[in-house]
């Protein structure tokens, strides 16, 4: 079977972005790779190290969010980003592979150093990308499902593994180059119309969302500013539900389209029949979050195991890192 590796920073709970994202592949594909989800602790250090009170009730949550939507701790390894010191020791050893350069001039260290109004980054901030290899390869994954703000750090760890085996390898793979695996709808907007829905641009509906705070949020998303009356023919391109319908919606996306211009349904009723269709998809993974909710020490038990499973794999791998490298003596 082949190996699937991915996961989230454990900053808070996770929302419909990560879902289309990210989420809805790891389920379809649990049942065909060998799949492992990581509760990145570490990473969410690198911007809520001032805050390790919330990072430690976001493993749990991250980990329930993860639960909730379907998949099955009996086929699935969650485990612990800090439980695993393989992924710590490779980290290392990459980081002697990078250019400080390359790090810089990655867009998405970029994008995200501004959205926290870092200007003078931190060792650990600039290097997560670096670190973030470690976590894909310490298992050997195959395969990462990510969104595509994730491209530039795939592509980072498969020059880091390239040149791993360049220089280490002699003519063997040691270090498989991971692929990435993105989604049909792999960046979902914000409700406020900005380009990505984020957990730190407060414009997210939360997987964890009641139906109230759904059709709430649905209710101030931004729409066609033009569009005052219900006889004022909208414009849906430039509408932040009707780009939601054709995710969520996506049987009566064309149809809301033509109603939207030639102004036969009103914004009202177009956001009611979206809220709807949210907690339709959010209503089972509701009862399942109920569950663990409830059964706290059963999350805590998937992890530790996940958590065992992992380390082993990673001692292995690291013991071939150092062979390949010729320090074990
Ligand atoms: N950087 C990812 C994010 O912000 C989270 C992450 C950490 C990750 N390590 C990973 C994703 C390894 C895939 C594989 O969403
Ligand atoms: Fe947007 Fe729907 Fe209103 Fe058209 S009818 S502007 S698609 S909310």
Do not use: W
């Not at 292995?316 to 010729?326: D, G, H, I, R």
Request: aromatic fraction near 6%; hydrophobic fraction near 35%.
């Amino acid at each position: 079977m082949k190996r699937i590796l991915t996961g989230d920073r454990t900053t808070g709970n996770l929302h419909l972005g990560h879902y289309v994202g990210s989420l809805q592949n790891r389920v379809k594909l649990q049942d065909d790779y060998d799949t492992f989800i990581l509760l990145a602790d570490i990473q969410a250090l690198t911007t809520h190290f001032e805050r390790p009170e919330l990072i430690n009730s976001s493993i749990y949550d991250v980990a329930i969010d993860n639960l909730s939507v379907g998949l099955d701790p009996n086929k699935v390894t969650i485990f612990q980003q800090s439980k695993i010191p393989s992924i710590a020791e490779l980290t290392i050893f990459y980081s002697m592979l990078v250019s400080v350069n390359s790090l810089r001039h990655n867009p998405t260290i970029k994008t995200e150093a501004k959205q926290y109004g870092y200007d003078d980054l931190s060792y650990g901030f600039l290097g997560y990308p670096v670190s973030q290899t470690a976590d894909i390869t310490f298992c050997k994954a195959d395969l990462v499902p990510v969104g595509d703000d994730q491209i530039p750090h795939i592509e980072q760890s498969r020059k880091i593994a390239r040149r791993f085996n360049d220089l280490y390898g002699k003519g063997e793979i040691i270090i498989k180059e991971p692929e990435i695996l993105l989604s049909e709808n792999s960046r979902l907007m914000g409700l406020d119309g900005n380009a990505k829905m984020g957990k730190s641009l407060g414009n997210a509906i939360y997987l964890s969302d009641s139906i109230e705070e759904v059709n709430k949020k649905v209710r101030a998303a931004k729409t066609d500013i033009n569009r005052i009356k219900v006889s004022d023919k909208g414009n849906p391109d430039i509408c932040t539900v009707s780009k939601y319908h054709k995710v969520f919606n996506e049987g009566e996306y064309k149809n809301i389209c033509d109603m939207c211009k030639n102004a036969s349904i009103g914004c009202v009723s177009c956001k009611k029949i979206l809220g709807d269709k949210i907690n339709n998809l959010l209503e089972p993974f509701r009862e399942k979050r109920n569950y663990y909710e409830n059964h706290k020490s059963e999350v805590k038990e998937i992890i530790i195991s996940g958590s065992e499973k992992a380390n082993k794999i990673g001692n292995e791998t690291v013991k071939e890192v150092k062979s390949a490298m010729n320090i074990l003596i």
